[in-house]
Each structure stands twice: as structure tokens, then as C-alpha cells.
């Protein structure tokens, strides 16, 4: 999982931030545009409903981000039984699914 942004300039409807989600099991890639950082979660759980008709989510893995380490990020994971990995900071090798559908933010476009 990867929060990429802000982009320059704003997409359409003021869209700046793109989330990134991505089963390591099948490759299907999810990409949820943000207005905002805080609307992080939101999109969390609309990837959680989205997934729930196919599987259910284990575990994730994301870079050392705030918005992942938050108190309510973190109860949500814990609701659902999911595994919050987080990864080692400067270590791209360890979140290399997301950021190989991540070309510098250009999936935006």
C-alpha cells in the first residue's frame, strides 16, 4: 500500500493524492484518488469492501508513513484482524509491488 502526492498540478476535481493498493497474491492494483492525506482511511475501508466479495485482507504492508501509524488507522486493522506491516524507512525493495505501478506519480495523469 502506497500514498503517492501531492501532485502538481491538481488533477481534475481537485483530486492531489492517489492511494495504491495491491494483493501481492493475484497483482490486482486498486488506485483511490484523495483530495487529502486524511482521507486515507476512508479509502482503506472502501478497498476492504471492495475486496470483501473475493477475499478477505490479511495483512498489509505499507511505507513508513504517518498516516498508517495512526491510532485510528490502527484500531480499523485490528477490527478486521489485519496485520499492519510497516516497512523500514528508505527501503523501496520492501514495498516494491506498489511502486512498481507508481511510474513518479504518473498514473494520475
Do not use: W
Not at 492531489?16 to 475501508?45: M, P, Q, W
Not at 475486496?51 to 498508517?68: C, D, H, L, S, W
Not at 491510532?71 to 516497512?87: G, S, Y
Amino acid at each position: 500500500m502506497d500514498l503517492a502526492g501531492p501532485v502538481d498540478p491538481v488533477e481534475y476535481d481537485g483530486f492531489g493524492y492517489a492511494l495504491t493498493c495491491v494483493d501481492d497474491f493475484t497483482g490486482l492494483s486498486c488506485i483511490y484518488l484523495l483530495k487529502n492525506k486524511s482521507h486515507a482511511i476512508t479509502c482503506f475501508r472502501a478497498y476492504l469492501s471492495d475486496m470483501a466479495p473475493y477475499a478477505q485482507v490479511k495483512a498489509i504492508r505499507a511505507e513508513f508513513g504517518r498516516e498508517f501509524e495512526s491510532k485510528k488507522f490502527n484500531n480499523m486493522c485490528l477490527e478486521n484482524k489485519i496485520a499492519n506491516e510497516i516497512n523500514a524507512p528508505l527501503s523501496p525493495h520492501q514495498n516494491g509491488s506498489t511502486l512498481q505501478n507508481e511510474v513518479g506519480g504518473h498514473y494520475l495523469k
